[in-house]
Each structure stands twice: as structure tokens, then as C-alpha cells.
């Protein structure tokens, strides 16, 4: 009791979403393929500027088979993990958003691009909880501080989703706190192509 089960109406209309999502990625996509310029595009975000390097990140995250290129599984995979996916998954997708370079570790340089843009995106200093403005290096230190607990001056995915579910200052950081969900919404908004 209490329980809800799928109805064939909440399916055809899960199913009509993607057929409409299709659609329009054939129709800015007719290769099949999303660049990252394309990408950009589809977004309406600058080749340059505050959510570009957010962008990039976030296409590295969605190219799954890493050939430069998002198909339309890729695409449809990656926001049905923004939009539904559960904690483990959002904070691995996030770890690969970090990990600039794909090496499985997200090293201080990489952590530090990746909170400065969601800063500039944001346009102000993240808070702690006593409400005191935080820098990025401020921020990068204690989020090293907090999950490298091997003290190589790096993160593995296992350290980043453990000190995400352990600290909800960290869990808010870590898991981008320019939540995905809402910049992809907030990206569509902006964007006629979405």
C-alpha cells in the first residue's frame, strides 16, 4: 500500500519524451553525432567563458565509449542520470566531471577548475556553514583535506564518493553543486535548440 506502479500512460509518455528528444537531436544533429562545439550549442553556452569549461566537463562525463563525440544513447543515458539517477551514480558522473584528464584520480589542478567555474557560474563564493565566504583554494584545500585520506595529493573515485556521503558540505560540493540536473534545465531554458 502506499506504492505506486508504473501505468502504461506514465510509459508512453516516458516513451514520447524520447521520441520528441530524438527528434530534435536528429534535427541538430543529422549525423547522429554531438561535437562539443555542437554541444555548446545545443546548451547555448559560449565556446568561452564561465559554464564552458562546466560544458566540457559534462560532455567528457556523458561521452561514455570516450570518442569525442555524444550519440544519442550517450545523450539520452547521461540525462536520465542526471535527471532520475540515484546518489552513487550522480557522485561517480560527478567524479568524471573532476577528473579532467581521465586518469581514475582528480589531482588539486583539476579539483580547482572545476569549483573556480562553478564560482564564475554562480557569480559568488560558495558558504560554509557558519556562513563565512570560502575561496576556491580555500575550498580545494579542504576537500583535500577532507577525502585524500592517502595523502597523495589526489582523489580516487572511491575517496571522492566516500567523503561525499560522509560530509553534506562536502556531498554538496562534490556532487557539483551547480547541480546538473539544474543547469542542463537552466541551459534548456536558454536555449532554443532544447
Known amino acids: ?14 516513451v514520447k519524451v524520447i521520441q ?3 527528434r530534435k537531436f536528429v534535427r541538430e544533429c543529422p549525423s547522429g553525432l554531438l561535437f562539443l562545439h555542437e554541444f555548446k550549442r545545443f ?5 568561452t567563458g564561465e559554464a564552458s569549461e562546466y560544458a566540457e566537463g559534462m560532455f567528457r562525463a556523458f561521452d ?9 544513447l550517450e545523450f539520452v543515458a547521461a540525462l536520465n542520470l542526471v535527471f532520475r539517477g540515484d546518489l552513487d551514480h550522480k557522485l561517480r558522473w560527478s567524479f568524471k ?11 588539486r589542478n583539476e579539483l580547482w577548475s572545476i569549483i573556480d567555474s562553478i564560482f564564475r557560474i554562480n557569480k559568488i ?29 589526489t582523489v580516487s573515485m ?37
Open 1 to 14: 500500500m502506499g506504492q505506486t506502479q508504473p501505468t502504461e500512460r506514465s510509459e508512453q509518455l516516458d
Open 20 to 22: 520528441d528528444m530524438y
Open 43 to 47: 546548451f547555448g553556452v559560449a565556446a
Open 64 to 72: 561514455k565509449n570516450g570518442d569525442n563525440t555524444i550519440d544519442f
Open 97 to 107: 566531471v573532476y577528473d579532467k584528464d581521465g586518469n581514475g584520480s582528480v589531482d
Open 125 to 153: 563564493s560558495q558558504a560554509n556553514s557558519d556562513n563565512e565566504e570560502l575561496t576556491v583554494d580555500e575550498v580545494v584545500d579542504r576537500i583535500l583535506a577532507a577525502v585524500d585520506k592517502d595523502g597523495d595529493g
Open 158 to 194: 572511491e575517496e571522492f564518493i566516500q567523503g561525499a556521503q560522509q560530509d553534506p558540505w562536502l556531498l554538496k560540493m562534490l556532487k557539483l553543486d551547480m547541480n546538473p540536473a539544474r543547469w542542463v534545465m537552466d541551459q534548456r531554458r536558454k536555449s532554443a535548440h532544447f
